[in-house]
Each structure stands twice: as C-alpha cells, then as structure tokens.
C-alpha cells in the first residue's frame, strides 16, 4: 500500500473540476421545463431554497469528515496512551478517508449506517439509469436510423411516456442504451486519477455549452420581443410583453411542487465527497472549494433554467435540449443546424465523465461496509468488479424508462434522507467533539506536560460557523427535508 502522502494528488482547480462534473450532470436539462410549468419567479425561488440546504449539508459532510479524523485519532491515542500534535501527523490523519456511512456509524450509529447504505444504493443507480436515458434518447433521435427494425426517434417519442412509444424508436433506443454501455462500463473500471483529463476538458466544455445555450435563447428571446408583429427567422410563434409577463408572475402549485425533487437531484454530491477529499492536496480547504462548486453551479442553473424557459415557453422539452432539434432540419443554415447538432448531443457526451465517478463512488461506499462487516481491506479485483456490476445495472433500467423528468422525481425522496442524514451527522457530531474538547480541557489543566488529545490543526479545521452549523440550521434543514418528502410523494400525481 502506498504511503498515505501519496494519495492526495489533486490541486484545488482539478478538484474543483471533479465536483463539478459530478453535480452537473444531466439533472438541469429538466429545469427549464419545469420552472416554465411552476412559474418562473416561484421556480427560481425553489430553485435557490434547494441550492442553499444542499451546499449547507455537503458543507456539514466535510466538517464531520474532519472531526470523524479527530475522534479517531483520539481513540487510537486513548489506547496506545501516546499523543501526536505534530503537523506530519496532522497530514497523515487528514489522509484518512470516511465514507458517510462510517460517519453515521461513528457519530450516529450503526442502523444509520445500514439505513444510508441502502439508501445510497438506490437513489445513485437511478442516477445513472437517468444518465443512460438521456445518452440513448439524444443520440436515437438525431442518428439516421432508417429500416425495418431501427427508425429514427422524435421528441415525441418521449413526452409523457415511460418509454418510446413506436416501436422501430424503441428498438434504435435500446441499442444506443448498448452503445452507451459499451463506453462508459469500461471507463467505470478505471481508477478516477486515470479521468484527470477527461475531467478538465469534458468540464470545461459543459461550463461552455451551458453558458452558450443560455445566451442564444436571451438572444432569440430579445429578437422576438423586437418584431412583435413578425415571424422570426427560426419560425418561432409571436409572443408578447404582456405574454413574458405572465410566464414570470404565473404560479402553479401543483407544478411548483414538482421543482423542489426535480432541482434536489441536481445538487446531490455528498456522497463523492470524501473519496475527493482524500484525493485534493489542500485539504484545509476542502469547504471553501464545496461552496465554490454549489456557488458557480447555481448560478448557471439560473441562467439556463430561467433563458431556455423565456425563449421556448410551452415548447419547451421536458429534456431541454431536445428543444433544438427543430433547428437540425435543412431548411435552417449550416451554422445553425451544426450548433444545434451540438447541444442536442453534448449532454449525453459530457456525462461520459460523470458516470464513472459516480459509480466509482458507490463502489467505495460499498466497500467501506465490506471492510466493517469482515474486518479486511477490498482487493483490486473486488473494486473492479464492483464497479462493472454498478456501472451495468442501471442501463438495464434504462431500457424500460426512459423519461428523465420521471426518474428524477422519484430520486427526490432519496434526496431527502441524505439530508436529513448530513443534519443529524452535523447533531451529533458537533456533541461529540465538545465533550472531548471539555476532556482535553480537563487533562490539559491537570499535567501541563500531557500532550492533548486533540491535535490542534485538526480542531481547527473541524470547526463549523455559527450561523451554519449551528443547532437552528440543522432544525431548519429537517423541516426542509420534510418538506421535500412532502413535495416529491406530491409530485408522483401531478
């Protein structure tokens, strides 16, 4: 095993670059459709809501990591009754990797390590069944299939269905479900610093896609306002002032429930949190580089969310990319039908970064319960495996829905015990940690040649504000996440 200094291998703009792939996947595909149906100014709101809970308990995942490493080292002191305060041996614990579910069984217990375990195998399949529909849904509706068997999908194909409802795009679906298996199942075998530069391009080229679908639909939109009276050249109906008025002041609540599932699925990270931490350099700020992740995120969720709404309006596709479609036909110019060709295709290509990461992370909380229950460390060979048979399944799934906005509302309810997992973690974890300080205190005050448990450094960086860490934050969240259960199970019969 390679010493533990070793590990870390990532600066903090790479970092940034994993945690951004892994929250921006395809989940804000679905958001234009659904703040259009809700009403933009109430979906942006609940947009912003779910934005601030998430990255508030990512934020209490990488506090609780460092004072997991604390408690640790403290009762590994209390039973060799050597004490360590030296910086060598701050990095070392700092290395020290904690999946969530070993911190619900160190902070918690050990039936919220099981509850988590079984959670997080359910709600991150679903996350790469959802990703292996939008791959195989873009590229059987843009691929010129044409024969007996194969023919080539339309978005109507997939609204309001499960699946396609012709046959000849079902058939074609299905193979570009065992095309996209075929690319992402080995690349899911793959040690994640093997992804470095697929992760830095494929990241920058979702920042750019996503920026360059928002300013074209401000465009397009501000070109229709200009020529009210007019068709515009991209055949799009006339819409007036008072019409954009009432796309933002209209307030659906049937539909507005549904924002909150839809929304919380795009924003679930937690879980890849400390497999990153262990691999980023600068661990100390570990934190600052979450909130910069959900920051930019949001911002640019808002961007397309709120453009791509304002410019197709009830044309818009429950996957929003599928919107441009139109624009591939022949009778639009070669640059139009290129970028248009572009945006319908890129999403399904940049998750090809996504997906391996998110099973590798399974994989690793898997194996972190593998290594409590028989006491040994996973082999290669049984990383691998794993991986295969987490990468593979949910393509399966995949081929009997293929509805991405269905997927992701049943992922909401998921959402909800992560977070309210990440609050009682936060709880019990802040409990724990000034009970052993007192103790510290205690000792420090009785012998002032005993070294202290707790290493000064790794307090410190254990340490939460009190304005979001504090015991009102955590009430707040789980009224959230009730909040959120109540949405998601609401939404199932919009």
């Known amino acids: 095993m390679p010493p533990v200094a070793t590990l870390a291998t990532f600066s903090l703009p790479v970092a940034f670059f994993y945690y951004f792939n892994v929250g921006v996947g395809s989940g804000f595909l679905g958001f234009p459709y659904v703040l259009f149906h809700s009403g933009l100014l109430a979906g942006v709101v609940a947009l912003l809501t779910v934005a601030f809970f998430s990255a508030v308990t990512a934020l209490w995942i990488v506090e609780a990591t460092f004072r997991g490493q604390v408690v640790l080292h403290s009762a590994q002191n209390d039973s060799e009754r050597t004490?360590?305060?030296?910086?060598?041996?701050?990095?070392?614990?700092?290395?020290?990797?904690?999946?969530?579910?070993?911190?619900?069984?160190l902070f918690v217990g050990n039936w919220a390590r099981v509850f988590f375990t079984i959670i997080i195998s359910i709600s991150v399949p679903l996350i790469l069944w959802a990703y292996g529909a939008l791959a195989a849904s873009a590229w059987s509706s843009n691929i010129p299939f044409d024969s007996s068997t194969f023919g080539q999908c339309d978005d109507a194909d997939f609204r309001g269905h499960q699946r396609p409802s012709n046959e000849r795009c079902w058939n074609s679906y299905a193979l570009c479900v065992l095309f996209f298996g075929c690319i992402v199942v080995p690349l899911s075998c793959m040690e994640i610093k093997e992804h470095k530069v697929m992760q830095l391009v494929l990241g920058a080229v979702r920042f750019v896609m996503i920026v360059s679908m928002s300013i074209y639909s401000l465009v397009g939109e501000i070109e229709h306002l200009e020529c009210v009276e007019t068709?515009?050249?991209?055949?799009?109906?006339?819409?007036?002032?008072?019409?954009?008025?009432?796309?933002?002041?209209?307030?659906?609540?049937?539909?507005?429930?549904?924002v909150f599932p839809v929304t919380s699925y795009a924003y679930i990270l937690h879980f890849a949190i400390p497999t990153l931490m262990q691999q980023t350099r600068d661990k100390k700020r570990s934190g600052v580089l979450v909130i910069a992740v959900f920051v930019v995120t949001t911002c640019l969720y808002v961007l397309v969310g709120v453009s791509v709404a304002v410019r197709y309006k009830d044309q818009v596709v429950e996957t929003c990319s599928l919107s441009w479609i139109p624009m591939t036909k022949s009778s639009h110019s070669f640059i139009e039908r290129s970028y248009a060709y572009l945006v319908v295709l890129y999403p399904s290509l940049d998750i090809l970064s996504a997906y391996p990461l998110i099973v590798t992370f399974l994989t690793n909380i898997l194996l972190a319960d593998y290594k409590q229950l028989t006491k040994t460390q996973p082999t290669k060979s049984m990383r691998i495996v794993g991986r295969f048979i987490i990468a593979t399944v949910p393509l399966i799934g995949a081929l009997f829905l293929s509805?991405?906005?269905?997927?992701?509302?049943?992922?909401?309810?998921?959402?909800?015990?992560?977070y309210l997992l990440s609050a009682l973690i936060q709880y019990k974890s802040k409990r724990l940690l000034s009970a052993m300080k007192t103790k510290n205190d205690l000792v420090t005050n009785c012998s002032d040649d005993e070294e202290p448990l707790i290493s000064t450094s790794?307090?410190?960086?254990?340490?939460?504000?009190?304005?979001?860490?504090?015991?009102?934050?955590?009430?707040?969240s789980v009224v959230f996440a009730l909040w959120l259960a109540a949405a998601t199970i609401g939404s199932w019969f919009v």
Not at 83 to 105: G, V
Not at 458 to 476: A, D, E, R, T
């Open 83 to 105: 004490f360590s305060s030296s910086s060598d041996h701050d990095d070392e614990m700092s290395n020290r990797k904690l999946e969530i579910n070993e911190l619900c069984a």
């Open 231 to 258: 068709r515009s050249s991209r055949a799009q109906p006339n819409r007036t002032v008072d019409e954009c008025r009432e796309v933002w002041t209209s307030f659906h609540i049937e539909r507005w429930i549904v």
């Open 403 to 418: 509805n991405l906005v269905q997927v992701t509302t049943y992922t909401g309810i998921l959402s909800v015990s992560i």
């Open 458 to 476: 790794l307090s410190v960086k254990s340490q939460s504000s009190n304005v979001f860490g504090g015991n009102v934050m955590v009430g707040l």
